[in-house]
């Protein structure tokens, strides 16, 4: 009987401890949205940061960016859309620099980030000089420790 107890122990000891290693740690998960974002933001930005930015993502990802996307329906080709949004813009900065304020995580399903940033460069479809710093939030919504769900909004 002794050695069932002490299998059956074993058994949810291990489980228990397989569950915690597949927790996903938010705030990491908050740092490295930020730090692939920036980068993508960044004057030399290639495909190579953006694919590493959208590695973070799951297909069907959701994304709105108020006012201008209000939709942030999560889609079949949500990560595609995205990455053809984020390409019409890949290199248009000449200079770009941003600060993570903040970090406010929900339970194990949402992580708020806050920054500032700071761009200058060409609009790629206008070609005028585009200038701004803002400060920003995001609040990206989590499943099975990718971002399903981005909503950025201005300050």
């Known amino acids: 009987m002794k050695k069932y107890l002490f299998f059956a122990v074993s058994i949810l000891v291990s489980a228990s401890l397989s569950a915690k ?3 996903i740690d938010l705030n ?4 490295k949205y930020f730090d692939t ?5 960044s004057p030399g930005a290639t495909k190579k940061e953006l694919e590493t930015h959208l590695n973070l993502l ?5 994304h709105s960016h108020l006012p201008w996307v209000t939709d942030d329906s999560r889609l079949p080709n949500g990560k595609e859309a995205m990455r053809k949004g984020m390409t019409f813009y890949l290199g248009a900065h000449s200079e770009y620099n941003a600060e993570l304020l903040d970090v406010f995580t929900f339970n194990h399903s949402a992580v708020a980030i806050r920054y500032k940033n700071y761009a200058r460069g060409t609009h790629p479809e206008n070609n005028q000089p585009i200038e701004y710093s803002q400060v920003m939030m995001e609040v990206l ?12 909004y201005h300050e």
């Open 21 to 23: 290693e597949t927790k």
């Open 28 to 31: 990491e998960l908050a740092q």
């Open 37 to 41: 974002m920036v980068a993508t933001q």
């Open 58 to 62: 799951t297909e069907d990802v959701g």
């Open 141 to 152: 919504e989590i499943e099975d420790g990718k971002i399903a769900v981005v909503r950025k």
